[in-house]
């Protein structure tokens, strides 16, 4: 009787050191959980903002093209109609051809820069500024009188 007395009491004092130590290690395991929760935030807001800048750029670079084709087709309007004025009137019959040129592909990169935009291919934008900014020079190097 008292052995089994002696291993009831073994038995209930392992339990309660066994219950002690399951308390302790899930206290441990919900702070790690806590601590790991708000590294895992952390974490998710660095990559959340990075993220969030990327599209941000993104979309100020598409508004951009987006203003840039509109105020290049308002440009061009305005270039088609000054062909009425004196200093386009003064230009030989090459010259003429050669402005118009101009023109026309300024307008049809302004089309493709509003295409590129509208269809978010932005890394292709970068081709299309630059050949506007060629047909500007050329026509300015051309034409402006200094």
Do not use: G, W
């Amino acid at each position: 009787m008292k052995n089994i007395f002696l291993v009831l009491l073994i038995l209930a004092f392992s339990a309660c050191s066994l219950k002690q130590n399951s308390v302790n290690d899930t206290k441990k395991h919900m702070q790690e959980s806590e601590k790991l929760s708000v590294l895992l935030h952390q974490l998710d807001m660095v990559v959340y903002e990075q993220l969030k800048s990327e599209l941000d750029k993104d979309n100020k670079r598409r508004r951009y093209a987006l203003t840039l084709a509109d105020t290049l087709h308002k440009l061009v309007v305005k270039m088609k109609t000054s062909s009425q004025r004196k200093p386009y009137k003064d230009l030989d019959i090459d010259e003429k051809e050669l402005y118009n040129k101009y023109i026309n592909d300024l307008d049809e990169n302004a089309k493709e820069i509003e295409s590129l935009a509208r269809k978010y291919e932005l890394e292709k934008l970068e081709n299309r500024l630059e050949t506007m900014d060629s047909i500007c020079n050329n026509c300015h190097v051309k034409f402006r009188k200094q």
